[in-house]
Nanobody, 123 residues
Framework: QVQLVESGGGMAQVGESLKLSCAATGRTISMYTMGWFRQAPGKEREFVGCTSFSDSPLYAESVKGRFTISRDNAKNTVYLQMNTLKPEDTAIYYC?????????????????WGRGTQVTVSS
């Protein structure tokens, strides 16, 4: 079992940055694909990006060029750096883990989920 805990959410102004963290316990996630998803009010949860152990990160078009996923295997932690934030980035952000180690952009491909952290961007 893998437990995931997100942190770093909060409020930001348009154009500002936030960095989310996802700390994993229970197992080493260095070989896992780690994904970020988000759910805005009244909308379905959507893919933000993912990083596998062997490939470059994959991003949704809506965040490409603004968001960056990285990982620190020594800390068993994955990060989501969010720059140039927009009001439409407002959502609950979830971290997820896929033990199969390949790119995964669908929710059903992830076995473990965190509880999420709220990000609110205001103008």
């Amino acid at each position: 079992q893998v437990q995931l805990v997100e942190s770093g959410g909060g409020m930001a102004q348009v154009g500002e940055s936030l960095k989310l963290s996802c700390a994993a316990t229970g197992r080493t996630i260095s070989m896992y694909t780690m994904g970020w998803f988000r759910q805005a009010p009244g909308k379905e949860r959507e893919f933000v990006g993912c990083t596998s152990f062997s490939d470059s990160p994959l991003y949704a078009e809506s965040v490409k060029g603004r968001f960056t996923i990285s990982r620190d295997n020594a800390k068993n932690t994955v990060y989501l750096q969010m720059n140039t934030l927009k009001p439409e980035d407002t959502a609950i952000y979830y971290c997820a883990a896929n033990p199969r180690g390949v790119w995964a952009s669908k929710e059903k491909e992830y076995d473990y989920w965190g509880r999420g952290t709220q990000v609110t961007v205001s103008s």
